[in-house]
């Protein structure tokens, strides 16, 4: 069965201590992996698609990585508007359409 | 560019209550999602519509139907709610079936 775990549930950080948040992920075949980030009561925002082993992605002050079994998003300098929570999800591979497999999600809160 | 609009933003039904939740998106996607988020659990897919004409399961779709009315609108139905409806649900668009998703805000449902 195609699974996504996500740690730490939750994570508070001060303004400017960087950290990274893990999603690993059990599937037959990755097509790929997505990140999004969700705030309260709005619907996730795409954030990267890493589609191979090794592949990097950069958007401001978060990198997502990639390796066989695991993702990291990591967070350098966060400030208060990066608190959110942030959703990993997976693409297995051979499977029809767009039927992504979610993570529960980390809560990420950073306080000035 | 409104992006992908759902209605209502919140509902409350009582048991046995039935009630249709609308989605359209304006960014010409051809592909449409219906998923559920409940505390603690990742985005579970409910239906799917690949493209015009054509609707599939996901992995939750007991006590849901739906219907893909044209290429901008995806309505999901709950014929009999029940208290295990009780949910978030996202409507999602893509542009093709392996693209990232991009999500409305979400309809707040409660089942009482």
């Known amino acids: 069965e195609d699974q996504v775990t996500q740690s730490p549930e939750a994570l508070r950080l001060q303004e400017g201590e960087s950290s990274s948040l893990n999603c690993s992920y059990t599937?037959?075949?990755?097509?790929?992996l997505f990140w999004y980030r969700q705030d309260p009561g709005k619907g996730p925002e795409f954030l990267f698609t890493l589609y191979s082993a090794g592949e990097e992605k950069e958007k401001e002050r978060l990198k997502a990585t990639l390796t066989k079994k695991e993702s990291f998003l990591h967070i350098t300098a966060p400030k208060p508007e990066d608190s959110a929570t942030y959703l990993c999800a997976v693409h297995p591979q051979g499977e029809y359409g767009n039927k992504l497999v979610f993570g529960a999600g980390t809560i990420l809160r950073v306080k000035s | 560019n409104a992006g992908v609009t759902q209605t209502p933003k919140f509902q409350v039904l009582k048991t046995g209550q039935s009630m249709t939740l609308q989605c359209a998106q304006d960014m010409n996607h051809n592909s449409m999602y219906w998923y559920r988020q409940d505390p603690g659990m990742g985005l579970r897919l409910i239906y799917y519509?690949?493209?015009?004409?054509?609707?599939d399961k996901g992995e939750v779709p007991n006590g849901y139907n739906v219907s893909r009315l044209n290429k901008r609108e995806f309505s999901l139905r709950l014929e009999s709610a029940a208290p295990s409806q009780t949910s978030v649900y996202f409507c999602a668009s893509s542009e093709v079936k392996y693209s990232p998703l991009h999500f409305g805000n979400g309809t707040r449902l409660t089942v009482t």
């Open positions: 519509s690949a493209s015009e004409g054509t609707t």
């Open positions: 599937v037959s075949g990755l097509r790929g």
